[in-house]
């Protein structure tokens, strides 16, 4: 059983020394658990913050224990009613190869699902993330104008094409010519803009003729600042995330702008709401499934995901994610060992 385990706490970006892949022998069932076979494990931004020891909402990853992680397993051997070997289900083994578990907290997705993997993107977590933000948080109706941050990722991808299904004008932004034409051509954005041009904040403007009244935000930094002086009287900011920061040691040098940005919510009387998703819209979650699988199916809603081969290869392709060299949702495929 090969699992990756925290061997030190980064400071700044995560290195090959973060982790450790060790081996351990095959765990066995015992009383009421079962034995489940990673398929396929997520990597999210979150694990960056699970490495480190700083206050945060969730508790952090120990040093010599397993990285946390979303993963869609297979039943070898199952003790535990409603679940058979063969069955798929939404899990959290980790970073490993195989992981007991008691059932609590599982989702059997059966033994055949179309896209087991896809409970770990558009019809999970993420998925989620992008429908309660936008329509909780950023509440867009017909004729706006939303603009979306990391536009291509399992989130913004979504939360644009919703905008689009509600009639509103959507512009992304996304690093690269590559992801802004899929954005565009694609998903059905009206616009979308490379953070990475020297004149970014120009083409964003003028990509937002209207101004700006949902900001969904993912990733801070220089897009923020871009973002603000575009916003709209009563915009809406869903505060999803910051990934630029993620591997921040300290807070930028320069002028202290934080009375200027809290002029700027005073003046135009904006919504800015942090949320972490299953703490603050938990509560939704069925209604989600129902319509973003119906979205799905009918192929109203589109999903890019990349599989990455190997357990062996997860720190290095995490590494890469808070770059943006992940273009979809950044899934690796365990399979068999
Ligand atoms: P993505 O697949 O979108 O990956 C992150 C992306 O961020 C990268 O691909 C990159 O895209 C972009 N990025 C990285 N660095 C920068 C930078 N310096 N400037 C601008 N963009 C950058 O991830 P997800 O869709 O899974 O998640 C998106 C966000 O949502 C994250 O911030 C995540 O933490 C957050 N989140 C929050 C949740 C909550 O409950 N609050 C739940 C789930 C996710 P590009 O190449 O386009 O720049």
Redesign the pocket.
């Known amino acids: 059983n090969r699992q990756w385990v925290l061997a030190e706490r980064p400071k700044g970006e995560p290195t090959k020394d973060t982790l450790n892949l060790i081996e351990e022998a095959i765990p066995v069932a015992s009383g009421n658990q079962m034995l489940l076979r990673t398929e396929f494990l997520s990597l ?3 694990m960056r ?1 699970r490495m480190s020891d700083a206050p945060s909402y969730a508790v952090p990853v120990e040093i010599g224990e397993v990285m946390v992680g979303s993963t869609v397993a297979q039943v070898v051997d199952s003790n535990i009613d409603g679940f058979t070997p063969g069955d798929y289900v939404l899990s959290f083994n980790g970073w490993q190869d195989y992981a007991l578990s008691d059932g609590a907290g599982l989702t059997n997705l059966g033994k055949s699902p179309l896209h087991p993997s896809w409970a770990l993107g558009i019809l999970g ?2 998925g989620f ?2 429908w309660a ?1 936008l329509k909780q948080i950023g509440e867009p109706k017909a004729g706006e104008t939303i603009a979306v ?9 979504t939360v644009g094409q919703i905008g689009k299904l509600m009639g509103c004008r959507v512009v992304g ?4 010519a590559e ?1 802004c034409a899929y954005a565009v051509d694609e998903l059905g954005f009206d616009a979308c803009i490379d ?2 041009a020297g004149d970014f904040a120009d083409q964003l403007a003028k990509a937002s003729p209207d101004g700006i009244d949902v900001y969904f935000e ?6 923020f600042d871009a973002v603000i002086p575009l916003l709209n009287p009563k915009a809406r900011i869903p ?6 920061q ?1 591997n921040a040691t300290g807070l930028p040098a320069g002028p202290d702008r934080m009375n200027w940005l809290m002029g700027q919510i005073l003046r135009k009387k904006i919504k800015l709401q ?7 819209f938990g509560y939704l979650y069925p209604d989600f499934a129902k319509e973003m699988g119906g979205w799905v199916e009918s192929g109203k809603i589109k999903y890019r995901e990349e599989n990455i081969e190997g357990l062996e290869n997860a720190l290095h392709a995490f590494i890469g ?10 899934v690796i495929h365990v399979g068999q060992q």
């Open positions: 999210d931004p979150y913050g977590m993420p993330t992008a933000g941050a990391a536009a291509t990722g399992p989130v913004g991808a932004i996304a690093g690269g992801k953070h990475k993912s990733v801070g930094g220089k897009v505060l999803c995330g910051l990934v630029s993620y942090g949320f972490i998703i299953f703490d603050d994610l808070l770059n943006g060299e992940n273009f979809g949702k950044r």
